[in-house]
C-alpha cells in the first residue's frame, strides 16, 4: 500500500452537534469524504477514526475501514495529527504517503486531491496543502494592511495570488509525519482548488451554505433508486392554474414527463404521486400517466412512510421531488431528496439533487432520465419450471396502452344508468372521473329496430308516466346534441368514451362522433351483421362475452380479427351469484384467442371484480350509479361513487402487490433473515 487516507471524524463538535452525520446534498459529511477519498486515483485505502458508533457504521457503508479513537485523542484538543499517528500504528507497516482528509471540507475533488498525491509521489514536495487562490488584502482590527501596504497598493490584476488554506486535505510522507510529529515539513507546496471546493463548515451557518451550493457543485450523477415519489403542484406543473369563468381549472404540463414516467415504469421502478390538494386536474394527470395518486393529504410524511412500508420499499433507495415547505419532511425519509430549481430555498438546501429543468417544462423528464440511467441492464432470467403467465401486446385506446404489463382499464358503464337525463349523464362522469376510471360507456340504440316488435306497445309505468315500451326507450336516448355534451364533459375531465351500439345506424352514428373504439354488448355477440359493421370501422373493439357459447365467440372472433380486440369474460346476470362468474374463463379466453382479456362485472360489492384483476384481466368495467335505489333496471346491479372509488383504489394496489412474478428477498426482508434465519449443514 503506497497511499493511505486517514480521515478523523469525532462524534463531538462544539459548533455544529454531530456534525460529520449532518448531511450535505443528502449524504453525511463523512461519508462524502470517504467517497473523495475513494475516486481518488490513486488512494489506494480509506481509513476513518472514530470513537462514534452512527459514525462508524456510515463509514463502513460508504466503503471504508474504521479504526476505533480512543477517548484520550477524541476531545476537543486532541490534535488531527494525534488522530491519523493512531491509525498509522494499527497498521503493520507505514504507506509512503498518508493523506489526512477532513469531513469538514464537504467539496473535495478527487482529481485535485490525486494530482496532490502525485506531487509528493515524484518528490515535488514533502507535504501537500489544499488552498484556495486569492487577491483578497488583508488588514488588521487597528486598520493596519497585513498582505499590502496601504499608501503604496498594486491592483489586483498584478500581484501573484496568495493562498487560503481550505482544510480539506493534507497530502505528506508518512515519515516525515512520525519524525516532525505534524503535517508541515520539508518541502510544503499549496494544490489550488476552485472558489466551489473550499467552504469548511465550523458552524451552523456554514453548513447551510454549504447545502445550498451542494446542488450546484456536486457532479451529476445517475440516481440508482427503486421508487420515485413526487409532488404534484410545481413539479409536473409551473405552479400556476388556469381558472376559466365556471371555475374549472387547467394546468400546463410536459408531453415529455409522459415518456420519462413510462421509461420508469418499463424498468421496473415504481412511481407515485402524492398531493396535498384534493384536485380532479391531479387525478387526470395520474390517468394520463397510468400511476397511482395520493390525494387530500394533510400530513405527507406518515402518508408517505406506511406507504413505503406496504411497498417493502428501503427509504434509502426512493427519491421524493418537491418544491415547497411541505415537501421537507417526506424528503427528509428518503435517500434522495430532490427539489425543482424553483423550489423554495429550504427545500433546495434540502435536497441532494436540484434538477436543471423547472416544474411543468421537463422537471419530471430529466429525473427519469437519471434514475434509468443507473438501473442495469436486462439481466437473463433462469427459464421458470412452471409456464410463464400469459401476456400479449396491448391495444391501443387513443394513446392509452391496455394489456398485460399496462396499468388496468377502468371503464365506468354508465349505459342507460342517466334515464334519459343529460345532467345526470354529466354527475357519473364525474364519479368516474374523481374515482380514477379512465373511460365511461354507453350504450346506443335505434328503437324502431332494437325493440321487438312484441315488445314495441307493451305498456310500462315510468317516472315519465305510462307509455309503451317503445315511447320508452325512445324517451331514454340520446341523439346528437346530448352526445356532444357527453364528449365535451369527458374531454375535460380527461376520459375516455365509446358505447355499446345495438344496430348498424347506431354504428355509424358512433363514427360521426369520432368515438376512440366500440363495445360490443353480449347481446350482440351473434349479430354478424353488426361485427361486420364495426370491423369496418378499423377502431379497437372490446367484446363483451356473456352468454355465448365458444362457437359464437369463434364466429365473432373471425369476423372482428384479433389485430385491435380486446375481449371481456362476462356472465350476463343481472346482479350476478358469485358462484356464477367462472373467472377462470379469463385464462382459456386468453390461451383460445390470443388477445388481452378483462373482465365486465354485474355482481354486488367488489371482490369478484378483484379476483378477476390477480387472475390477469387488463380492464374492468363495471355499471355506476348515483343510487342503486334509483329507478332503471341496471340500476341494482351497479356500483355507488364510494363503492367504484374503493374499486379503483384497490385495483390499484393489486397491480403493485402482483410484481413481476421473479424470486428474490426484497430489502425489507434481510433485516429479519439476518435475525432469524437459522442455517444448518
Given at each position: 500500500m503506497r497511499v493511505l487516507a486517514v480521515v478523523p471524524a469525532r462524534g463531538g463538535s462544539a459548533g455544529v452537534p454531530l456534525k460529520n452525520l449532518a448531511p450535505v446534498g443528502g449524504v453525511p459529511l463523512v461519508t462524502r469524504a470517504v467517497r473523495a477519498c475513494l475516486r481518488a486515483e490513486l488512494v489506494d485505502r480509506v481509513l476513518v477514526s472514530t470513537d462514534h458508533a452512527g459514525i462508524a457504521e456510515a463509514a463502513r457503508q460508504a466503503g471504508a475501514l474504521v479504526v476505533d479513537r480512543p477517548e484520550e485523542l477524541s476531545g476537543a484538543t486532541a490534535s488531527s495529527e494525534s488522530a491519523v499517528l493512531h491509525a498509522l500504528d494499527t497498521l503493520e507497516r507505514d504507506p509512503e504517503v498518508v493523506v489526512l482528509v477532513q469531513c469538514t471540507s464537504a467539496f473535495i475533488d478527487a482529481a485535485a486531491l490525486s494530482a496532490a498525491v502525485r506531487r509528493v509521489l515524484d518528490g515535488e514536495a514533502d507535504s501537500v496543502v489544499s488552498?484556495?487562490?486569492?487577491?483578497?488584502?488583508?488588514?488588521?482590527?487597528?486598520?493596519?494592511?497585513?498582505?499590502?501596504?496601504?499608501?503604496?497598493?498594486?491592483?489586483?490584476?498584478?500581484?501573484?495570488?496568495?493562498?487560503?488554506?481550505?482544510?480539506?486535505?493534507?497530502?505528506?510522507?508518512?515519515?516525515?509525519?512520525?519524525?516532525?510529529?505534524?503535517?508541515?515539513?520539508?518541502?510544503?507546496?499549496?494544490?489550488?482548488?476552485?472558489?466551489?471546493?473550499?467552504?469548511?463548515?465550523?458552524?451552523?451557518?456554514?453548513?447551510?451554505?454549504?447545502?445550498?451550493?451542494?446542488?450546484?457543485?456536486?457532479?451529476?450523477?445517475?440516481?440508482?433508486?427503486?421508487?420515485?415519489?413526487?409532488?404534484?403542484?410545481?413539479?409536473?406543473?409551473?405552479?400556476?392554474?388556469?381558472?376559466?369563468?365556471?371555475?374549472?381549472?387547467?394546468?400546463?404540463?410536459?408531453?415529455?414527463?409522459?415518456?420519462?414516467?413510462?421509461?420508469?415504469?418499463?424498468?421496473?421502478?415504481?412511481?407515485?404521486?402524492?398531493?396535498?390538494?384534493?384536485?380532479?386536474?391531479?387525478?387526470?394527470?395520474?390517468?394520463?400517466?397510468?400511476?397511482?395518486?395520493?390525494?387530500?393529504?394533510?400530513?405527507?410524511?406518515?402518508?408517505?412512510?406506511?406507504?413505503?412500508?406496504?411497498?417493502?420499499?428501503?427509504?434509502?433507495?426512493?427519491?421524493?421531488?418537491?418544491?415547497?415547505?411541505?415537501?421537507?419532511?417526506?424528503?427528509?425519509?428518503v435517500g434522495w431528496p430532490v427539489a425543482v430549481p424553483g423550489a423554495h430555498p429550504r427545500v433546495r438546501a434540502a435536497a441532494r439533487v436540484v434538477l436543471t429543468r423547472p416544474g411543468g417544462d421537463g422537471a419530471v423528464r430529466e429525473l427519469c432520465d437519471r434514475v434509468v440511467a443507473a438501473r442495469p441492464g436486462p439481466v437473463a432470467e433462469p427459464v421458470p419450471e412452471v409456464a410463464p403467465r400469459l401476456r400479449f401486446a396491448p391495444v391501443s385506446i387513443g394513446e392509452t396502452p391496455v394489456g398485460d404489463g399496462e396499468p388496468v382499464y377502468v371503464i365506468g358503464e354508465i349505459g342507460i344508468n342517466h334515464n334519459g337525463d343529460v345532467d345526470l349523464a354529466r354527475r357519473l362522469i364525474d364519479v368516474a372521473a374523481d374515482a380514477g376510471c379512465q373511460a365511461v360507456k354507453f350504450q346506443k340504440r335505434t328503437p324502431s329496430i332494437c325493440v321487438p316488435a312484441d315488445q314495441r306497445d307493451r305498456i310500462r309505468q315510468t317516472p315519465w308516466g305510462e307509455m309503451t315500451y317503445l315511447e320508452y326507450k325512445e324517451r331514454t336516448e340520446f341523439g346528437r346534441d346530448e352526445y356532444l355534451q357527453i364528449a365535451k364533459h369527458c374531454d375535460e375531465r380527461g376520459l375516455h368514451w365509446f358505447a355499446s351500439p345495438w344496430d348498424v345506424p347506431s354504428v355509424d352514428f358512433l363514427e360521426e362522433m369520432d368515438v376512440l373504439a366500440h363495445k360490443v354488448a353480449s347481446a350482440g355477440v351473434a349479430d354478424h351483421e353488426l361485427l361486420r359493421a364495426l370491423a369496418a370501422t378499423g377502431k379497437p373493439v372490446i367484446l363483451s362475452t356473456g352468454m355465448s357459447t365458444l362457437a359464437e365467440i369463434d364466429r365473432a372472433v373471425e369476423i372482428l380479427g384479433t389485430g385491435k380486440l380486446i375481449m371481456m369474460h362476462a356472465t350476463s346476470t343481472y346482479p350476478l351469484p358469485p358462484e356464477e362468474a367462472n373467472l377462470r374463463t379469463i385464462t382459456t379466453l386468453k390461451e383460445r384467442y390470443g388477445v388481452p382479456v378483462g373482465y365486465s362485472g354485474h355482481e354486488r360489492g367488489l371482490q369478484v371484480s378483484l379476483a378477476a384483476v390477480t387472475l390477469g384481466a387488463v380492464c374492468v368495467e363495471r355499471h355506476i350509479t348515483l343510487d342503486r335505489t334509483m329507478w332503471g333496471s341496471d340500476h341494482a346491479a351497479s356500483l355507488e361513487p364510494a363503492g367504484l372509488e374503493h374499486l379503483v383504489r384497490d385495483i390499484r394496489i393489486i397491480e403493485q402487490a402482483l410484481g413481476d412474478g421473479v424470486k428474490r428477498v426484497f430489502p425489507g426482508e434481510e433485516a429479519p433473515k439476518a435475525r432469524l434465519r437459522r442455517v444448518t449443514v
Open positions: 488552498g484556495l487562490p486569492t487577491h483578497e488584502f488583508l488588514w488588521t482590527a487597528a486598520g493596519a494592511g497585513v498582505n499590502h501596504d496601504p499608501a503604496v497598493r498594486p491592483r489586483r490584476q498584478d500581484l501573484d495570488p496568495q493562498f487560503r488554506e481550505t482544510g480539506a486535505f493534507y497530502v505528506m510522507r508518512a515519515s516525515g509525519l512520525r519524525e516532525h510529529g505534524h503535517r508541515f515539513f520539508g518541502t510544503v507546496a499549496v494544490q489550488p482548488v476552485p472558489p466551489g471546493h473550499a467552504v469548511e463548515i465550523d458552524e451552523p451557518a456554514d453548513l447551510e451554505l454549504a447545502r445550498a451550493l451542494a446542488p450546484f457543485v456536486d457532479a451529476p450523477e445517475p440516481i440508482d433508486v427503486d421508487a420515485v415519489i413526487t409532488d404534484f403542484d410545481g413539479v409536473h406543473t409551473d405552479d400556476r392554474a388556469y381558472v376559466d369563468s365556471e371555475g374549472r381549472e387547467m394546468v400546463q404540463v410536459s408531453r415529455s414527463d409522459g415518456m420519462g414516467v413510462s421509461l420508469l415504469r418499463k424498468a421496473g421502478v415504481k412511481v407515485l404521486v402524492m398531493s396535498t390538494e384534493h384536485n380532479p386536474v391531479v387525478a387526470a394527470r395520474a390517468r394520463k400517466l397510468g400511476v397511482p395518486v395520493l390525494q387530500g393529504l394533510a400530513e405527507k410524511r406518515t402518508v408517505l412512510r406506511d406507504w413505503l412500508t406496504i411497498e417493502g420499499l428501503d427509504p434509502a433507495r426512493v427519491a421524493y421531488v418537491g418544491n415547497d415547505v411541505n415537501d421537507l419532511g417526506p424528503m427528509g425519509e
